[in-house]
C-alpha cells in the first residue's frame, strides 16, 4: 500500500485496509518539520488492545475505524531534527509520543492541563486527524513520527527502550487514577485483572507504597502477580474469599476489559472508598446503585492523563525504576500478536520493534 504523495518526510509504516485485512508495508508521507515540531525516529512501539479495537473496527460507535490503518500510541524514538523555535529537545534525545498528538489549547480542558479532555476533541496519535479535521493520522507501527515539541514527552532513560513504550498508554492509564485518589503507605489497594494494565497498577501501586491485592479468574497468574509485588492474590470467583474482604479496600482499579460485573468489587470497598474503571467491556455494566449510597462509595471512570501528568508518571517510572514487562516482536508478527493478546497470551505487553522495520 502507499497513500498518496505530497510534500513531506517519507515514512515507512504496516497498516490493515479492513477489519479482515492482514497488515502489509505501507508508504506515506509525514509533514515536515515545522518551527516547533521534532521529528523522532522510532524503536519502539507497543500494541494496546485498543490497537485490535480500532483495526477491527470493534468500536463502531466510540472510534470509527478509517482505513489504511496504522495504530499504535505507545511510541519510543530517539530524537532525529528539531525546528528552529524548539526548546525542550535536542538530537539524540530519546522522546515518547502518547496517545494525542495535538489538541485546541483553547479549551477549558486544555488549559487545564487535561487535554486528552479537549472540548473539540484533541488529535488522536492514529485513526483520526490533526487539528485541521482533514490530514490523517498514522501511528507508531511505523519508523518515523513528527509532533510539535509540546505534545512529545521527554525520556529520562539509558539502555534499551522497549520496556519504557508501553508507559505512554498502559502506564499513564493506571497512574492518573492512582494519583487522582492519593494512593499511598497505608492504603488497601485493589488491582482487578492482570493483563498489560493490571500488571502496570500493581507496579505503580507497590512504587507508591499500598498494599496491594491482584483479583484474577486464572489461579495460574498468582506466581506472576507476586513476582510484580502483589502482597496478595484472590481468585475473583471464590465467593468465600472475596466475602472475607468486604468493606476493606480503600481504592480498587477495575482493568478488564471483557464483560464482568462490578458488584462483587464495589462490595469490597471500605467507607469513603472509589473503584475506577479503565477497561471497557463490548457490552454496558449492570450495578445496584444502593452498594455506592450505602457506604459513600465512588464508582469512577479515568481515560489516559495530560501531557503534564503523563510527563510526571514518566519521571516517577524512571525514578522507582518502573517499566513495563515486554515481549519485542519484529512487524511481521503483528497479526500473532493481535491473536495471542485476544488470548491473554502474553507477559504483558506485545512491543513491536520498528528499528529494523
Known sequence: MTAAATQGISTRGFATNSPEAKFEPFNFVRREVGP???LIDIEYCGICHSDIHQAKNEWPDLMPATY???PGHEIIGRVSQVGDNVTKFKVGDAAGIGCFVDSCRTCGACTSGIEQYCMNLAAYTYNGTEMDRVTPTYGGYSDKYVIDENYALKVDVDGDLAGVAPLLCAGITTYSPLKRFNVGPGQKVGIVGLGGLGHMGVKLA????ADVTV?????????????????NFVISKDAEAMGALRNSFNFILDTVSAAHDLMPYVGLLGYGGAMVVVGVPPEPSMFHQGSLIM????LAGSLIGGIHETQEMLDFCAKHNVTADVEVITPDRIEEAYDRTIKSDVRYRFVVDMKHA
Open 295 to 298: 457506604g459513600n462509595r465512588i
Open 206 to 209: 507497590k512504587a507508591m507504597g
Open 68 to 70: 489504511p490503518m496504522v
Open 36 to 38: 516547533n515540531d521534532v
Open 215 to 231: 483479583f484474577s479468574t486464572s489461579p495460574g497468574k498468582e506466581a506472576d502477580a507476586r513476582k510484580l509485588g502483589a502482597d
